[in-house]
């Protein structure tokens, strides 16, 4: 059997990290057969909660778990660490205007962009969850100059997911049916939900979404807001923000990071932009892409007519104001 493999999570005494750390321990993101050491950052204030949240991991009795490492400290968090879901971070409080909440976040994701520079493998892989989650996976990425910025990645996988389980509604189809939903952008309310490039295989056939559902109005409103507002429409109903289904799409996007997308299959993740579709470089941008040997690649040459390229434009501008906004505070 292959040698552990250190992961670390942050904010593992939340609500997303209680569904996602039994995603990981049980061997559905790394594979079955890899042995895992979880390493489980918080603040010091939640270690009671933590050390439930370890006793509950025991008590699952895993074969793959090796160990569990429950700290309150980056380094400890992040010391060879080869995978790392960054999830905790400062949520917005009642009256908080958007620059304080950039200004939290800008400080814990230097200390742990500092922390996995010095600290974790140097080919380690990063997901940042937890929001705003493009700018703070830049903001890390800054601070850890010496690890490729290719390994910052945000997370817009819940988008594509929420979107392909919208259309396979929509076509009274079973979701596994449905791939290829591209989320462009922020992870924000100006993302750019796509069922453009969006197919649909059943009995050995592949069909466009767009050609099985004929209605423009349905593509570009009703499913376009669905899925930028089906955060909202979860806390609503649950009075809590999603998580569990959070959780799965973080163990997606790492799975598929780690182990390659299937081919013809696009995911969507943030990313590094290279400017490809003429969007601004140098920020964490949502694209379709695929992966292999480790390494994803953006999806290049797909038709984007004029409403996508405002919308493109639109979240792009977002991005930047809020690069801005980051580096300000970095400055001052
Ligand atoms: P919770 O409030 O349940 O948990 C967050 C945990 O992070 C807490 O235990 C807190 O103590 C810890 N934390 C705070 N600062 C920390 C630090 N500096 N180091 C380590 N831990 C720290 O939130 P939860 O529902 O789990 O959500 C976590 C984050 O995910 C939030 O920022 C949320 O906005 C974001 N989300 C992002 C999504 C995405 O698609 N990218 C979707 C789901 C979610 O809303």
Redesign the pocket.
Known sequence: MAEPLRVVV?????????SLLYIIAKGDVFGKDQPLILHL???P??MD??EGVVMELADCALPLLRDVVPT?D?IV?FTDVSAAFL??????KQGMERKDLLAANV??FK??GEALDKYAKKDVKVL????P?NTNALICSKYAPTIPKENFT??????QNRAQAQIAAKLKVPVGMVSNAVIWGN?SSTQYPDASYAVVERNGTVEKVTDIIADEKWIRETFLTSVQKR?AAVIAARK????M??AK??ADHMKDWFLGTTPGKIISMGVISNGAYNTPKDVIFSFPVIIEDGKWKIVEGLLVDEFSHSMLDATGKELLEEREEALKIIQA
């Not at 999830?87 to 917005?92: F, I, L, N």
């Not at 940042?128 to 929001?131: D, F, W, Y």
């Open positions: 942050t904010g593992a005494a939340g609500q997303i990290a209680y950052l918080d603040i204030v939640m909660v933590l309150d980056p968090a999830v905790g971070a400062m949520p917005r400080k814990i200390v742990q940042v969850v937890g929001n989650a945000a997370m817009t996988r819940l988008d992870h955060g809590m923000s999603s998580a289904s959070a799409a973080a």
